[in-house]
C-alpha cells in the first residue's frame, strides 16, 4: 500500500483524503485543459516529453486512465501515450480497458461514424461563413472549435445557431446531443458521459481511491460520479467551486502536484 507523503496531506486539507490516503490510487485524468494548454488546433496540443514520463512512472505504481472528449487515436497521437488505457469520445469509445470494458458496441459504433462523416462534410460551410473555425474530424462526433478568433457574442450566438440547424438536418437528432465548453461546440452519441464511463471502471477497482482532474463542463458528470468516494480535481475557473475538492489555476501548476505523488 503506497503512502503519500505529508506534504500532499497538508497541501490537500480533505478529510476523505486523509482517510483514504493508504489505499492504492486509481488516478483517472482529462488531457485538453487539464495536461496541456488550450491551442487554436487541436492537434498542437502535445504533452511534454517529461510530462509523458511522469505519467508512465505513476502507471508503474498505479493505474493511470485518460478520460478525453478526443478519439482515442487523436490522443494517442498528440500525447504520445499508446500503452495507458483510454476513455475515448466523451465516454463513447474504449481503448485497453480492464476486462475489456466497451462501452458502445460495434453496430453502434459504425452507426455513428457514418452520421458523424456527414454532419463533418455538411458544416464545412461555416469555415466561410466564419473564417478561422477549426472543424475537428472525428470518427463518432463533430466539434467546432473557435478558440483564437476573436468573435463577438452575437457572432457566437449565430454560429452556434448555423452548427445546430446543420446538426439537425444531417443526423438522426434524437440519438445525438450537443454540448458546449471552451468557445467550442461539439455533436456527440446520446445517452453516453464522461461519467457513466468512470462508474463501470470504478466497479473494476474496488479498494482504489480514484482521484479524477478535469477542466470544462463535460468533467462535471465524473465529480458527480465520485462525490464523497473520490479527489476532485478541477484545473482552470470553468467548473464551479461546488464541485471540486482541490484547484488548479493551470495545467502547469497540476502537472507539479501529479509530480509529488508516490
Known sequence: ???????????????????????????????????????????????????????????????????????????????????IPIVGTHGFEARNLPGKLQFASPALQRRFKREAARLWKNIQVLRKRFPGVHIEQKPFSSTLHFRGINLSPSQVRNLQADFKALFRQTVTWNNWKIQGGKKMIEAMPKGFSKGKAVRKILEKYPGHFPLYAGDDIGDISVFRVLGKKGLRIAVGQRIPKIHSDLRFGKPADFIKWLGKLR
Not at 503512502?3 to 478529510?15: A, C, G, R
Not at 486523509?18 to 502535445?46: A, C, Q, W
Not at 516529453?49 to 478526443?70: D, E, F, Q, S
Open 1 to 83: 500500500m503506497p503512502k503519500y507523503n505529508s506534504m500532499m496531506k497538508n497541501k490537500i486539507n480533505s478529510p476523505k483524503w486523509d482517510r483514504n490516503r493508504l489505499k492504492p490510487l486509481l488516478i483517472l485524468l482529462d488531457y485538453d485543459g487539464t495536461l496541456t494548454d488550450f491551442t487554436h488546433n487541436p492537434e498542437h496540443s502535445r504533452i511534454s516529453a517529461a510530462t509523458r514520463a511522469l505519467l508512465y512512472r505513476l502507471n508503474r505504481k498505479h493505474p493511470v486512465i485518460m478520460v478525453t472528449g478526443r478519439y482515442a487515436d487523436s490522443l494517442i497521437r498528440v500525447s504520445g501515450l499508446k500503452s
